[in-house]
């Protein structure tokens, strides 16, 4: 074995997974580009004190997951552990928030966690921003633009939104009083993360995973007693809009997210197939942080997907995003190759639909035909002395029972145009 082995917690995505991971994107382009969002595309470094003021000084992100170091003119940078920082960092820097308002982003992010099943230390989001509109038509804008990509997946049935509003900032400073003081109460049964956040950010307390602390959490004083009416207005404006357009969720009201930007909405899309890193997509409403970047104040919300949850969810399902050749093109000697190859070139051109899938390096026409079975191909393009003699080419079905035939030109290309249309027709 080589003695170089990928980083721990960073992952190298194999040649067989991949068509999913081009599946999930290609899906996501498809759906997020259909709802008039662009694409936008930021460095993978930023400042470190972008991510720990918007993000949150006393966040888990900033306390403890973020790749930080000091360059050679000894600034401090962090590899990004989330994509809205630089969003919004990019979005003022460029004056963009009142001409595009909405965009999104994918790309590898870092966080120095526990590497376990579901979560690395490199691991990739795609994320979704929108800038400017303060009403809930554009958090239910949202949640159903993630609603039409996961019946693009077919994960629909297995993901579950759960829904909660966690107020102002005005709001939840009156509520982190009330929490604490009622939590300092219950202080010896509390987890020792949970003791520890007590000081810090209490609000985290409430998703705690802890049983015992949970128990204490369920006698805790309830936030919706806290909330401002604006905002109590705006959830129950978006609970209405997702009623009427049939997106049914759960109310969590000890949902609060880990990043310290967000208020009034925050959302997690849930499942209950891949055990305890449950969440696959998590997001809400922003409203502060363009002004905090020193842009004019403008609302905002957003949500980030995790792609290695999403990936491991369509693996449960054994959804199959394979991409087999269609032909394997075979060849019984030099004479026969180069014509074969040629061909391949021309039916590439012409029949762009097509994978076609050339066997390279000689070998006998059995072991061709070996190789061809194991590449997945539905055909196998066979070229002899017999089809170079008669300008003919013979397609065998690797797949079913058909007879296999000799072509001319013209057949040729009429059973390249019914294999591309089936192709493409798979593809759909
Ligand atoms: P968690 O509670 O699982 O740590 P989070 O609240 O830290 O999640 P966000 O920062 O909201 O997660 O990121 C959005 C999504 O990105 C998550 O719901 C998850 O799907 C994915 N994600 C976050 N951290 C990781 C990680 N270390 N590895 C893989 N995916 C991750
Ligand atoms: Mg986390």
């Known amino acids: 074995m080589s003695q170089y082995r990928a980083v721990r917690g960073m992952v190298d995505v194999l040649?067989?997974?991949?068509?999913?991971?081009?599946?999930?994107?290609?899906?996501?382009?498809?759906?997020?580009?259909?709802?008039?969002?662009?694409?936008i595309r930021t460095p993978l470094v930023e400042r470190t004190d972008l991510?720990?003021?918007?993000?949150?000084?006393?966040?888990?992100?900033?306390?403890?997951?973020?790749?930080?170091?000091?360059?050679?003119?000894d600034e401090g940078l962090s590899l990004r552990p989330e994509g809205t920082a630089s969003t919004v960092r990019a979005m003022v820097q460029h004056n963009l928030i009142q001409s595009?308002?909405?965009?999104?982003?994918?790309?590898?992010?870092?966080?120095?966690?526990?590497?376990?099943?579901?979560?690395?230390?490199?691991?990739?989001?795609?994320?979704?921003?929108?800038?400017?509109?303060?009403?809930?038509?554009?958090?239910?804008?949202?949640?159903?633009?993630?609603?039409?990509?996961?019946?693009?997946?077919?994960?629909?049935?297995?993901?579950?939104?759960?829904?909660?509003?966690?107020?102002?900032?005005e709001s939840r400073h009156?509520?982190?009083?009330?929490l604490t003081a009622y939590l300092r109460q219950h202080v010896e049964s509390l987890d020792e993360d949970s003791q520890r956040r007590l000081a810090t950010n209490p609000l985290r307390i409430l998703d705690s995973k802890s049983?015992?602390?949970?128990?204490?959490?369920?006698?805790a004083p309830a936030m919706a007693r806290f909330l401002d009416d604006e905002s109590k207005a705006h959830h129950d404006q978006l609970c209405e809009l997702l009623g009427q357009a049939g997106l049914s969720f759960v109310a969590n009201p000890n949902l609060v997210r880990g990043l310290d930007y967000y208020n009034k909405t925050v959302f997690e899309w849930t499942t209950d197939r891949l055990g305890a890193q449950a969440t696959v997509c998590g997001g809400g409403r922003?409203?502060?942080?363009?002004?905090?970047f020193g842009g004019k104040a403008t609302p905002a919300a957003g949500f980030a997907a995790g792609l290695e949850r999403l990936v491991m969810l369509l693996q449960s399902l054994e959804v199959d995003a394979l991409d087999h050749p269609d032909l394997y093109v075979i060849s019984a000697d030099s004479n026969a190759l180069s014509q074969a190859m040629l061909e391949a070139d021309r039916i590439r051109t012409e029949f762009p639909g097509l994978?076609?899938?050339?066997?390279?390096?000689?070998?006998?026409?059995?072991?061709?035909?070996?190789?061809?079975?194991?590449?997945?191909?539905?055909?196998?393009m066979v070229y002899g002395p017999d089809e170079l003699a008669q300008g003919t080419v013979t397609v065998k079905p690797l797949r079913t029972n058909e007879e296999q035939t000799s072509l001319d030109r013209g057949a040729l290309n009429d059973f390249l145009h019914r294999l591309e249309r089936l192709a493409s027709d798979i593809e759909e």
């Not at 965009?103 to 376990?116: I, L, N, T």
């Not at 009156?174 to 009330?178: E, N, R």
């Open 15 to 39: 040649p067989d997974e991949t068509p999913l991971w081009q599946m999930l994107e290609q899906t996501a382009r498809d759906v997020i580009g259909a709802h008039g969002y662009s694409e």
């Open 51 to 73: 991510f720990a003021r918007s993000i949150g000084e006393v966040t888990d992100i900033v306390e403890k997951e973020m790749y930080s170091f000091a360059d050679r003119n």
């Open 100 to 169: 595009a308002q909405r965009v999104w982003y994918m790309g590898p992010m870092f966080r120095y966690e526990r590497p376990q099943k579901g979560r690395q230390r490199q691991f990739h989001q795609l994320g979704v921003e929108a800038f400017g509109v303060p009403t809930p038509d554009q958090d239910a804008e949202l949640l159903l633009l993630c609603r039409q990509w996961w019946r693009r997946l077919g994960i629909d049935d297995v993901v579950t939104l759960e829904l909660n509003t966690i107020g102002s900032a």
């Open 174 to 178: 009156a509520y982190k009083q009330a």
């Open 211 to 219: 049983a015992a602390t949970q128990n204490v959490v369920a006698g």
């Open 286 to 292: 922003y409203d502060g942080m363009v002004g905090q």
């Open 355 to 380: 994978r076609v899938v050339q066997h390279l390096g000689g070998a006998s026409l059995k072991s061709q035909f070996k190789r061809a079975d194991k590449s997945g191909a539905s055909w196998a």
